[in-house]
């Protein structure tokens, strides 16, 4: 059985653009990115550690309660992870 022809496709003109100056994108991660996560990260870790060694004995740790000093150092530990999700 003959096969059918084809049809030509229409060419369309697509003009030619400058070579002047052209927007690279920028892959992964910003640079501050993995610093700061680390030191959240670290930060609360010290700061429940501090909390719980020599917490009776620094005036300001002493004077929260102890539920708002481990939230403080959880709260630094939940921004490093958040910002974790950015990283790439």
Same mark, same amino acid.
Do not use: H
């Given at each position: 059985?003959?096969?059918?022809?084809g049809?030509?496709?229409?060419?369309?003109?697509?003009?030619?653009?400058?070579?002047?100056?052209?927007k690279?994108?920028?892959?992964?991660?910003?640079?501050? %990115?993995?610093?700061?996560?680390?030191?959240?990260?670290?930060?609360? %870790?010290?700061y429940i550690?501090?909390?719980?060694?020599?917490?009776?004995?620094?005036?300001?740790?002493r004077?929260?309660?102890s539920?708002?000093?481990v939230?403080?150092?959880?709260?630094?530990?939940?921004?490093?992870?958040i910002?974790?999700?950015?990283?790439?």
């Open positions: 059985m003959p096969e059918s022809k049809r030509k496709k229409e060419v369309r003109y697509t003009p030619e653009q400058p070579k002047g100056e052209r690279v994108a920028r892959l992964g991660s910003p640079r501050w %990115l993995a610093p700061v996560m680390s030191a959240c990260f670290i930060i609360g %870790l010290l550690v501090v909390f719980y060694i020599a917490g009776s004995s620094i005036p300001i740790m004077d929260l309660n539920l708002i000093n939230a403080i150092g959880f709260g630094f530990i939940c921004v490093g992870f910002l974790s999700t950015r990283w790439q």
